[in-house]
């Protein structure tokens, strides 16, 4: 883009051509009055407040409407623009009843310092407002008020919800002249498109749009604001906690222009935090006593967990002891945590929920790349010509992500193929959907290289110069024509094929993916297939392109990086490796074991089996996230001692000997690593419930009464050993991240981080093609159980729901879980909208509501797992996928029953 030379009250200034003026006028600190303006919408010119003089061109101008070109010259302030700024003042307040004294905006609201700076009066006009509080802006009042007095129809939130949510929830009615209708917003959840991400009210300039849960609670300005890093997905959006004068969490809001998210958050990121206050959390150590728990010291409790632990090392050896570490936790506690495991359990038995998630991810992209991270950044999906989204419901489950490709594709920019067996919300917009049966993805995607490769669409130059075993891998795809995939997937030929001629015609293309993917017996199998596609195309080392695992937890690529797995230390040095080991005995000063340790599901089948005697679970709750709950709990209860640190009192918890109180997130410092790997900030904003502590200080508390000797004093003491002994983090500190998260590989102090992964080379040199046939799920349906049942997630729960079923918004939209089936097996079986039916494998049975809907496939049925009273996997299977060791969460065959 051309540059330009403009001048602002007599200050030359270069900017784009073309650029908005009025976003350049306040990036470069001038200070021009507007209300209708948000640097993320198209210009509105509405509230006529940002007029500003133009050299040459008699009148007044809104700058908010206009672009910058050469020779522009603007005045911002004059004796001309007050008197113009004063008068429409006025006349807002004609719409705007100034209650300044009850409301919360009082001291942080634009109209209100507008209205001082250019002496507005608010009586000068009549006003002309009727109707009142309207607390059924969304369905019940649940999380949004609209106060109609204060609405001064700057169009922010309709557009917001337009423009950059997609939504298109919000309309204004019968806005004509001086009429002001009762309800010019009028919704209604159950048939409107919310989603209530609450970007309304963020960005409403009066507070005529609140946070119901915010009101009365405090106002802005006497508010403390703490910038920190969400702890839901792994989008990791940047959120700005409201603190009220009792130290408590008011109301969460966001600032446009930050990374990665630019002001934007989810229904969860902004309404889901309440339960960090719930009295449920836990406040003291607890140690069980017969079926009972009695509440203890930290000392006595440190003591007991060192003493039992230790025993059991002397008695049974260290193969007895194996720990869980915590996605959900920060990369400092995760660091501490492996450290412990090696150190002190003296071997390498530590793992976590990324081996339900995304194992496969890192064996198979590890295998073809050179590393198992998101290749590309979460930027460039505002702009990639063709994304292919296959097996992740981007909208849900990485919401402020599926935003940016919903606007992207509604601008035109991008063409967008799905591939899901359900009409997700994206399959409305996508160009092609292909809607496969779980667990038919190998044959899906080598049907579209076949066609690749048949119809000479691939990229010779790349496959030549940057990739080896090409041949091995077309050899096996040519056994796979989309006829065959047909058979397979339930996919019509025609559509693989138009599919394939998309993505290798696009300019650059980026797969998305995510569970639908990886939790399978041939999860890895899924990845390798994927990762072939994009070399084939010259698809990966490039912007706008690359092969993208959406990382799940806030800190599961953390936890990865930190070593929080069996067979590597932190950044991803093999245990194995007699280089690695001895760097890190040098390091912790203790020799270590070079034999990698158990995964998530070789140590629960330890643990049932009696081998494994002592466990130490942190920040996570297997009895509802493992397969197969009923095994697990088995298992769990034939341990001689099991210790669970978590913020709350989980099914797993509840099977403890001991259980540690945790802070959450909001309570203390630490740094979480996104999907695109930037490491960010979270920090300490509200009072830690009770004697609650921060996970490193708990786990070094046992670790120190068994042997260690470890004397850290903050986070940001231990980042700097993660950074020295982790070149990937070799140039993270504390200092460097404050205000906007690194990217790894970051190998030293001056390195400015890494956006795009294998750019002229793999980390493994040359990218690798593997042969990949098609294999059937481990379980295929039959004449008992007749339907594949997937499992998964919905945008307003978390995971086991410890948290989201205790926020009064998440849990007041959806109460209850509900197994979706489509009308045709519905009808079949009999079962109607809200019939109760029992569903059940060969595994376990359990009983929920039908939602009957459409967005189902036939033979699919479709469950989530955040409901303990009709758990998801009571059902599923324990099958693994071979190399990754992950379970088949996404596909076992099931019986339905209406009761
Ligand atoms: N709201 C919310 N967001 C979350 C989470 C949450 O619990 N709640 N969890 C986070 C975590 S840890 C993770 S890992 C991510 C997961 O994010 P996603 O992977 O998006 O979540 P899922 O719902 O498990 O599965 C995604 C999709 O896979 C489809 N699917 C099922 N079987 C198959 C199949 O065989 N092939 C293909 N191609 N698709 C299939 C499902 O229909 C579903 O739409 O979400 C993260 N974000
Ligand atoms: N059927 C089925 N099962 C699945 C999946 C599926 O798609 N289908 N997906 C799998 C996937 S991808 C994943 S990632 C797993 C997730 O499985 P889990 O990780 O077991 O699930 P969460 O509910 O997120 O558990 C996190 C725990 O951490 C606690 N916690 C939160 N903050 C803190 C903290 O600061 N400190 C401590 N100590 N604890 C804290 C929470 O209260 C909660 O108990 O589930 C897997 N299970
Ligand atoms: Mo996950």
Known sequence: MNSVNIRINGKDIICPEGANVMHVAIEKGFDIPNLCYDQRLSPT???????????????????????????????????????????????????????CTSCDREGAC???????RYGAAEDRFPSIVKGGLSDNYTEGGIAIGYDVEKCIRCMRCVKICDEVQGAEAITLEGRSGNVVVNTPF??????????????CVDTC???????????????????????TTCLYCGVGCQLDLNIGADGKLVKVTSEPGVIPNDGNTCVKGRFGFDFIHRDERLTVPLIREGEAFRESTWDEAFDLVARR???????????????????????????????????????????HCARLCHAST????????????????????????LIFVIGSNTTENHPVMGIKIRKAVAEGKTKLIVADPRKISLTDIAHIHLQQKPGSDVALINAMMYTIIDEKLHDRDFIKSRTEDYELMEAAVMKCPPEFAEKVSGVPAEDIRAAARLYAAAESASIVYSMGITQHTTGTDNVLSLANMAMLTGNVGKPFAGVNPLRGQNNVQGACDMGGLPDVYPGYQKVHLPESKAKFEKAWGVSLSDKPGLTVNEIMHDVGSGKIKGLYVFGENPVLSDPDTNEVVKSLKKTDFLVVQDIFLTETAELADVVLPARSFAERDGTFTNTERRVQVYREAVLAPGESKP?????????????????????SEIMDEIASVTPIYGGISYERIADVGLQWPCPDKEHKGTAVLHQGKFSRGLGKFHPVDYLPQQELPDEEYPLILTTGRMLQHWHTGTMTRKSEVLHGIVPEGHIQISPADAGRLGIGPEDKVKVSTRRGEIEIAADVTDRMKEGVVFLTFHFKESPANALTIAALDPIAKIPEFKACAVKIEKI
């Not at 634009?110 to 001082?116: K, M």
């Open 362 to 385: 890192v064996a198979g992209l590890a295998r073809a790349f050179g590393s198992g991270a998101m290749t590309n950044s979460i930027d460039e999906f505002s702009d990639t010509p």
């Open 695 to 715: 996970d490193w200080e708990i786990i070094t508390g046992v670790a120190n009464r068994m042997g260690a000797d470890w004397n850290y004093n903050s986070a």
């Open 309 to 351: 632990f230790s025993g059991i090392k002397e008695k049974h050896g260290s193969e007895a002891l194996a720990g869980l570490t915590s996605a959900k936790s920060g990369n400092e506690d995760n660091y501490i945590m492996q450290k412990f495991v090696r150190t002190q359990f003296g071997n390498n038995n530590i793992d």
């Open 110 to 116: 634009s109209l209100q310092d507008y209205a001082y």
């Open 45 to 99: 010119g509405a509230c006529r407040l940002c007029i500003v003089e133009m050299e040459g061109r008699p009148g007044v101008h809104t700058s908010c409407t206009m672009k910058a070109a050469e020779g522009l010259s603007i005045t911002t302030e004059s004796e001309k623009l007050s008197a113009l700024r004063k008068s429409t003042l006025e006349l807002i307040f004609s719409e705007h009843k100034a209650t």
């Open 186 to 199: 009028s919704m209604l959840l159950t048939d409107s498109s919310c989603e209530m991400c609450g970007q």
């Open 205 to 227: 300039p009066t507070g005529a749009l609140y946070a119901k849960a915010a009101k009365g609670k405090g106002r802005v300005r006497t508010m403390e604001k703490v910038r």
